[in-house]
């Protein structure tokens, strides 16, 4: 008679590591006391202390965005290989692990979603705030009303130079960074006006109101949308930047980099 643990048993079975997403303590111990497996933990901290660490930017409330994530960073430091066959252990109903899948970390399915934090010229913590921002923006709306805003990251003077201004810059003579709350409220505050945000590697707010003109060929975008996902997409393909887009039309933050379309997340999900 066969019993579950012949059923489920074939999801972890000779599987070349275990990969915990935000375990607790006691379940990391439990975990790091198995014999010959590999061990990772994925998760937004290190609160385990784990030896073996990928940090997430994001929670990443849908979880294939999750192990996707996880697993690229984990490939892009070595920790995996094409074609390892991972447990990857989270929680999907509660706040403790839940639910097993069994993934095959394949490299042709990279998305690039781990090099936009982790290899741009941007410091990983200042796109992680211009996401944070973008997505709480798309999450309220300016006053209920849906908003659009193009935030550009990174590579500021060669951006600049791409660009003009639409109207007086508000951030001149100011050296305030994103991230600070203050910050975070005038910005919301400005994005119900035109144009783009430029904002440096280290994060300082270079400008408002830019008028992008990358000289870069059109790039492929989602069909609906228009001149400021165009112009978003393209000045990647022009500069060392990235790009992070919220879609008045759509309500999605979407992330450009090198030309390319990297993210797509619907703050609703977060
Ligand atoms: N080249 C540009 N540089 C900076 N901002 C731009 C540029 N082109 C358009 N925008 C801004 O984007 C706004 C919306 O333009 P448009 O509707 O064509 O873009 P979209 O890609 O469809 O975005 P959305 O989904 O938010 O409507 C414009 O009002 C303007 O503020
Ligand atoms: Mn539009």
Redesign the pocket.
Known sequence: MAGLDDVFGDLVRSVDAVVLFSPSGSYYERCADLEDLDLIVIGTENAVGAETFVELPLAFDDIRERIRFGLEGALEQDLIEDGDELACATSVFSDGIDTVSRVRADVETRTGIYDLFVKSRAEPEVIKAVLELAVELGKKGQKGKPV?A?FVVGDAGKVMNK?RP?SYNPFEKSHVHVGDPIVNVMLKEFSR????FIISDAGKIVSAY?????SAEGVD?PK?????????GAITRDTNAITI??????GLVRAFKAGELILEVDPEAY
Not at 193 to 196: E, M
Request: proline share 3%; net charge negative.
């Open positions: 659009g193009l660009s639409l006006l035109d144009g783009a830019r008028y992008l003109e990358p975008i609906g949308l228009g001149a400021r996902h165009m112009a978003g887009v919220l879609s008045e039309s759509d």
